[in-house]
Structures are given as C-alpha cells and as structure tokens.
C-alpha cells in the first residue's frame, strides 16, 4: 500500500510539478505603450509586436474607460528587432528545447481620438501560422491631453455632379444608332423607287 501511494505521489509531482511548456507561436512580444503603463503624450497609434505577422483575419479593439470603441483600422508594419527576445519551448526528440525570436512583426492599430483620461483597453485575437489561437489583452493609464473625434465624412448629394453612370455609353450608343440610320436608310429607298 505504501508503494502505491508513493508512486502516486511520485507520478503526481512529475506531472503537476514541472511548468508546462509555452507554446508561442504568433504571441504578443511587446507593445507600445506597454502593458500596464502610464501614458501622458497623446500616441498616434498603438503597436503590438508578434513573433510572426497577425493574420489577415486578426481582430482588434481599442475600448476607453467609458466604453467607446476608438480604433479606426489596423496595418501590418514593418518586421523589427525585438528589444528582448521572446522564448517558447518546442518539443525535440523528446525533450523541450527553448527557442528564441528575435523579429517583431507589429501590428498598427489606428486610434480615433482619446476621449478621456483613465485606463484604456486594448484586445487582440489572430490565429498563428500552426493553428494555434493567439489572443490577449493589454492595458495603459492614459494621462495625455483629450482629443475630439474626428468630423464624420461629408455624405454626398443623390445629385452631385461627378456621377458614376457611364455617359460615354449614351453617346457611343447614338453614334452607333446613327451609322446604321445611315447604313440602312439608302437601301430602303431605292426598293420604293423600283
């Protein structure tokens, strides 16, 4: 019985007792501002840095302490070196073996304006080159000046000159129709005459 236990108790701690291993692939490596910072100048844009490029079909927020959705669109940016690298660890022959990524692939996220002061949010999910889900959240105090919205797009008049119906078919067309006139009229002519 002693047995027993002590090998349930040994196979316990070699389960539960090591960290799982980190798979990373795609996983946020920084952000600018950073998580859990204070910001105090008004940033144009937030970059969050990936160990491999967001998907195409990666969402984003930017959500303001009271609730407003302020991001107006997102961007890949260009690949740059991480400032510290990230580390996953990749099962080899049976072993994990840490590996390291030294290129962030930043995502650009686009901010309308900032609204209020206060803790502000902001959440990502993509999926990684393997299939794995990638998703997260980070958070900044924002000290910075307020900035309205910007104006809404003017909408355009049902009326407005520049219209998108092809005229250069209407007068096509009647040329068309004036050439066969032409074509066809003298023929019909000359059988009355007979």
Known sequence: MRKTAAFGLALSVAILGFPAP????????????ANQTTVSTTPREIALYFTEAPAQSATFTVTSPDGQQLLSGWSHGQPSPLPTPAQELNLVDGKWEPVFYRTGFPALLTVTHWPVQGLYTVSYQSVASDG???????????????????????????????????????????????????????????????
């Open 22 to 33: 980190a798979f990373a692939h795609g996983q946020l490596a920084y952000s600018v501002p």
């Open 132 to 194: 794995d889900k990638v998703q997260g959240t980070i958070r900044f105090d924002y000290q910075g000046p307020m900035t309205t919205a910007p104006p809404a797009p003017a909408a355009s008049s049902p009326h407005a000159s520049s219209s998108s119906f092809p005229w250069w078919f209407v007068g096509v067309a009647a040329i068309l129709l004036i050439g066969a006139l032409a074509c066809f009229a003298p023929r019909h002519r000359r059988k009355k005459a007979d």
